[in-house]
């Protein structure tokens, strides 16, 4: 018995549980950063620690992917991640309120919480993915990812407004009790749209006696090993790693541009983000509705989408390249936009890439390949932004003109994403494929290793 696909509704569920998680770390992530530098005047080092931290811990991903293949249902793990999650976000507030009192005691609890919401962040997330994976149909994987990701976005928007409008005037109870109450709050959705989402796991015929019986599922270690030998996953593990990380380096050191080159007030370099993310949604909304029009044409390919993204990301940072160069003259706000508009379509075509690899390697590795590649983006997300700054400030100090060392970094980042494009063209090629291209590369320049590779294969 195969289980239901999931239609618009479901799949609007499920987008309800990733606007609960967003809400949840829209506030320990940006809200509790503020509040530890301004209010309580610590270094910007300490909340850059702990954010670092969540997704350091978020390498746990695989294991907690492996822990839902064992079980075969996927939603008692993000339930369980989010109740994780809500609790690490309420202990973070009183760590952040308890520095004021006692730092070392208040970063100490921090830790443990920042760690907590990692591990919340990677059960609830990595099983979200898979259950959306297993039931898509892959003509609605594409327009899928765009309405889940896009809710979470708003999950980010509605928080930060209005927990923004709540905790004026700032005071510590105010900053625990709005935290609490988003949590509840994200957490009482995400329990209520999953409900009954999943439906029961479809019971399998019991087997003849003499059919053998099904192989035992295999330890963690070992799935993770045999997953890690598929080239296929091995490649796409590698790709989400180097364009996340060209993804996230720009994130921290676009509006600091904006503001030392083209003088920019926090206002302004503000509103150039919302210009970014407004291209970022109009990337993902394109690449959904090409999916879903031109399904088995060339421009529903996920794989030209995804290439196609990474290269236009790439020019559109050397774009910002000539930006730091040119200085005012140059239109900074059109080649923002463009930089969001091919993020949002390359990383939405990935995530539906990623959907559709996952079930290739069978029903006992599902969780165990979207664990593995959900921690290479974490990683590569927790060093994007160190790597984006530091290279910035290292930049600066060689150089000595801002401009030019922003550029610097844009340039090097444009570099990330052309290796990630020429990485991604090979995604989910056929072996077949890649053999004859191979033959035929050879036979052009020596016929006589065509004939031994063709004997070969």
Request: aromatic share 8%; glycine share 12%.
């Amino acid at each position: 018995m195969t289980a239901p696909m999931l239609g618009w509704g479901g799949i609007a569920r499920l987008g309800l549980v990733q606007a609960a998680l967003g809400a949840v770390i829209v506030l320990t992530t940006s809200t509790l950063n503020r509040v530890m530098v301004v209010e309580l005047a610590l270094p910007a080092l300490v909340p850059g620690v702990l954010v670092a931290l969540h997704y350091l811990v978020q390498v746990l991903r695989p294991r907690m992917g492996h822990g839902s293949d064992l079980g075969g249902r996927r939603t008692p793990w993000i339930a369980g991640g989010m109740a994780v999650l809500a609790f690490g976000g309420v202990l973070a507030a009183l760590a952040t309120v308890w520095m004021a009192s006692n730092r070392a005691a208040g970063i100490a609890l921090a830790v443990v919480a920042f760690g907590l919401i990692g591990v919340g962040v990677s059960a609830c997330g990595t099983s979200l993915l898979v259950l959306l994976a297993k039931r898509v149909t892959p003509a609605r994987r594409a327009a899928a990812a765009t309405i889940v990701w896009m809710m979470m976005i708003v999950g980010f928007a509605v928080t930060a407004g209005v927990a923004g409008h709540l905790l004026d005037p700032y005071s510590p109870l105010r900053l625990v009790m709005v935290t609490l109450g988003v949590s509840v709050l994200a957490l009482t959705v995400a329990l209520l749209a999953l409900r009954g989402v999943e439906g029961a796991t479809p019971e399998l015929p019991a087997a003849l006696p003499t059919e053998p019986a099904p192989a035992p599922h295999p330890a963690f270690r070992e799935a993770l090993a045999e997953v890690w030998a598929d080239p296929a996953a091995r490649h796409f593990t590698l790709f989400v790693f180097v364009s996340m990380l060209a993804f996230s380096a720009q994130d921290l050191i676009l509006e600091p541009f904006a503001g030392s080159v083209f003088a920019f007030t926090p206002g302004q370099s503000t509103q150039l983000s919302g210009v970014q993310h407004g291209g970022v949604l109009l990337g993902m909304i394109v690449v959904a509705l090409a999916g879903q029009r031109f399904a088995g044409r060339a421009l529903g390919s996920l794989r030209g989408w995804t290439v196609g993204g990474c290269v236009a990301s790439g020019l559109a940072l050397l774009g910002l390249v000539a930006a730091g160069l040119v200085g005012s003259g140059w239109p900074l706000a059109a080649t923002v936009f463009a930089l969001g508009a091919a993020n949002g379509a390359f990383s939405i075509a990935a995530i539906a890439s990623m959907m559709r690899l996952a079930g290739e390697g069978g029903a006992s590795s599902e969780g165990v390949r979207m664990g593995l590649w959900g921690a290479a983006q974490a990683v590569a997300f927790g060093l994007g932004g160190l790597m984006g700054t530091a290279a910035s400030d290292l930049s600066r100090w060689l150089i000595g003109s801002p401009g030019a060392a922003y550029a610097a970094v844009f340039a090097f980042e444009a570099l990330l994403f052309f290796v990630a494009a020429a990485m991604a063209a090979k995604v989910g090629k056929p072996a077949s494929v890649a053999a004859a291209q191979a033959l035929a590369r050879a036979e052009a320049f020596d016929p006589r290793a065509a004939s031994r590779l063709s004997a070969g294969t």
